[in-house]
């Protein structure tokens, strides 16, 4: 078995790019003679030259240009772990786990998440893109680190984050908006309205007007936004979803006399504030900036 060691691919690596052995040992603090021998034992075990005279110097031979251009890579995914030993050696979180409702602001969970991943690019993320009770569910688990949600969580204390409002819309052409006049509460319960799953197992809750003779139940806000665009029902969908549909035209507001809008204010919740490490910590300080940048560009009202 070839027993070549990444020092010797290191020092080999920098022999290339300092151009010899004499300016490489400066550079690495060894001697040109440690070098050396490095070097020939490298070629040694591999039964490969890599490195050829020529005058004064030296250079890659073919085979060693190939060998090298590997070894970097190992190089640095030993660099790379090494740097993640140390992380997790301070008290880095492996993984941090969210929960964040599909109500939130997309363009500033998106912010958040590229932001996090930025300053910590070996912590994995798990997103979890719940409805209702489905994130406070998981923090009762004790499955999520952090929870974005509209619900109160019992025995939790929530930061606030963001009001997001919700706004009655249909289709144009659909026949609620064609009545010539403003609409109350009965005039829906005559026409098909789209909702949204709770996404809890155990406690799943209903929220809302829900009179409607017909009601389609769905899993995920995105689906309810292409059936109401098709014009197959009303709903009330929180503008973080439908702002570019409503620019389009593909969605208008319906002419409700009372009712058409409302707001759901949404918090985050840490399960455990004091032990949480700095990726989870830095993840919710990027959410609360993240909403103040986006969420202002877009006239949605902050808290915190």
């Not at 490298?42 to 240009?65: F, H, K, S």
């Not at 880095?92 to 996090?116: C, G, M, N, T």
């Not at 009001?163 to 009965?186: K, T």
């Not at 549909?245 to 208008?252: D, E, K, P, V």
């Amino acid at each position: 078995m070839v027993n070549v060691t990444l020092a010797q691919w290191r020092m080999l690596a920098a022999v290339v790019d300092h151009g010899g052995f004499a300016r490489a040992a400066e550079a690495v603090h060894k001697s040109p003679s440690t070098l050396n021998h490095a070097v020939h034992k490298l070629e040694e075990q591999l039964g490969v030259q890599v490195l050829e005279p020529v005058g004064r110097q030296v250079r890659l031979t073919e085979a060693g240009d190939m060998l090298l251009r590997r070894a970097r890579q190992l190089l640095e995914s030993a660099e790379a772990l090494e740097d993640v030993a140390g992380r997790l050696g301070e008290g880095l979180e492996a993984e941090v786990v969210i929960a964040v409702d599909q109500i939130f602001p997309p363009d500033a969970l998106a912010h958040a998440l590229d932001s996090v991943s930025r300053h910590y690019p070996h912590v994995r993320v798990q997103l979890h893109e719940t409805v209702l009770n489905g994130g406070v569910e998981m923090l009762y688990d004790g499955r999520a680190d952090l929870v974005v949600s509209g619900i109160a969580a019992q025995g939790f204390l929530g930061e606030p984050l963001v009001n997001v409002e919700f706004l009655a819309v249909s289709h144009p052409e659909h026949p609620l908006q064609h009545l010539g006049r403003e609409l109350d509460l009965r005039d829906l319960e005559q026409h098909r309205q789209l909702v949204v799953r709770d996404s809890a197992l155990r406690q799943s809750m209903d929220a809302g007007w829900l009179k409607a003779e017909q009601r389609w139940t769905l899993s995920h806000l995105v689906t309810s936004v292409d059936m109401l665009c098709r014009g197959l029902g009303f709903a009330w969908m929180p503008t973080t979803r439908i702002r570019e549909a409503l620019r389009m035209g593909a969605l208008a507001p319906l002419p409700l006399a009372l009712g058409g809008r409302r707001e759901a204010p949404m918090q985050l919740i840490f399960r455990d504030r004091d032990r949480a490490g700095p990726a989870t910590r830095a993840l919710a300080a990027a959410l609360h900036e993240a909403v103040a940048n986006c969420c202002d560009e877009h006239s949605i009202e902050t808290n915190g």
